[in-house]
């Protein structure tokens, strides 16, 4: 196995095709999608067939006498890989149910404003969008970043531009969904403690992706899926809450909390148990950070960025045109968005789905085209060359 500080050279073939076998993708499937959907590996699919099957041959001894266990385990687990306290984090479906939690908490009251940038993601621009009409008030004010980024002072010096006295709450993405920008939350974060403004960072793309210390950030929510680059499996996430808006963080849906005899005592009690569900997602996450572990997450982030930076390359070439960050990894990581001439995106998309059985989101986002193209272990450089030839043909 691969040790962080002996990375192989991104291009060796042999000495990464070893893991392409973790994975049991379809045949005939290029996937260079994992920034939406990450299949997970083979070891974490046993995994939790394993919960499924003990919930399943007996529900009674898994959620009533080991399931509040599990949690804490994965959840312990979960806090120390993404550098938070355990007593404050809890286990939710996904990055969605988190930000939806988060708007629940969040009191609004007419004048109170709630800052996104344009590259927010469409979903959590609907949950702000709705949180602010039932407050009355107008929102969410909109951040428009600039359309080449150059520098951490730059982004941090146009978003809070948008930032007012009667500011309520920023919400800003660690890696943004459809530019696949990784924006300097540490920076947002400490201007706005300075300015006594509250953030909520939504890092579902961060997660595995970037080194992450989430305590170090000092923002009051941190809201991620675990599917992603983590690969955990599908219906696995969580929400950071800073100490200082633990009181009165209430679920959204309100169940026993922590099944009787055992009842609520502290703010994340209550997130525990919210109803009967199958856990096996939470409780297989330990396994997806293990795999990544044996892999070496320095080996993985170089490899996957190399692709990336590959992908970058050989589609510039291609189109001639430039994409919106610097060629660094201070600003794009394991997924690239490539900036692509006019055309019929969801038309390029299906054909590139149907006719080269290649998977990879084609978007327009700001008036502009997009391709954006994510590359985890089960990718190869071949993979990004098919990708390539299609494109010529298709464009």
Not at 216 to 235: R, V
Not at 261 to 290: K, L, N, Y
Not at 324 to 340: A, E, F, H, I, N
């Amino acid at each position: 196995m691969f040790r962080d500080l002996t990375v192989p050279p991104w291009d060796d073939a042999e000495a990464w095709g070893c893991w392409q076998g973790h994975w049991a993708l379809r045949a005939g499937t290029i996937y260079l999608n994992h920034g939406s959907f990450g299949p997970p590996p083979r070891a974490v699919q046993a995994a939790r067939q394993a919960w499924q099957w003990q919930l399943d041959a007996q529900p009674m001894d898994l959620f009533v006498r080991r399931f509040a266990a599990q949690w804490f385990a994965a959840r312990s687990t979960l806090a120390a890989f993404v550098g938070a306290a355990a007593e404050d984090v809890i286990l939710v479906e996904n990055a969605t149910a988190a930000m939806n939690l988060v708007a629940a908490h969040v009191v609004l009251r007419p004048g109170d404003e709630v800052v996104l940038t344009d590259h927010e993601y469409g979903a959590v621009r609907r949950i702000w969008e709705r949180a602010c009409r039932r407050a009355g008030t107008a929102g969410p004010v909109t951040a428009v970043l600039p359309p080449q980024f150059e520098s951490a002072d730059q982004v941090v010096d146009t978003l809070f531009a948008a930032v007012h006295e009667h500011t309520k709450l920023v919400v800003v993405s660690h890696i943004t969904s459809p530019t696949a920008v990784i924006l300097p939350v540490l920076a947002i974060c400490r201007e706005a403690r300075r300015r006594g403004i509250a953030v909520c960072v939504d890092g579902p793309h961060a997660i595995a992706q970037l080194p992450l210390e989430i305590a170090a950030l000092d923002c009051d929510f941190y809201a991620a899926s675990c599917h992603k680059w983590l690969s955990a499996p599908f219906g696995s996430g969580f929400l950071a809450v800073h100490p200082r808006q633990q009181a009165g963080f209430e679920p959204v849906l309100l169940s026993w909390g922590r099944l009787p005899p055992e009842s609520p005592r502290r703010w994340s009690d209550e997130h525990i148990w919210t109803g009967t569900r199958d856990p096996s997602g939470f409780f297989a996450v330990p396994d997806a950070i293990g795999f990544l572990r044996r892999v070496g997450l320095s080996a993985f982030r170089h490899r996957t960025h190399a692709l990336a930076q590959y992908a970058r390359e050989r589609i510039g070439a291609l189109t001639g045109l430039t994409p919106p960050v610097p060629d660094s990894p201070t600003w794009y990581g394991s997924m690239v968005s490539l900036p692509l001439p006019p055309l019929d995106a969801p038309a390029l998309q299906r054909a590139l789905s149907e006719r080269d059985g290649i998977e990879v989101p084609v978007m327009e986002w700001a008036g502009q085209f997009y391709l954006r193209v994510s590359c985890h272990l089960y990718n190869t450089p071949g993979h990004i060359q098919a990708l390539c030839r299609a494109l010529r043909r298709h464009l």
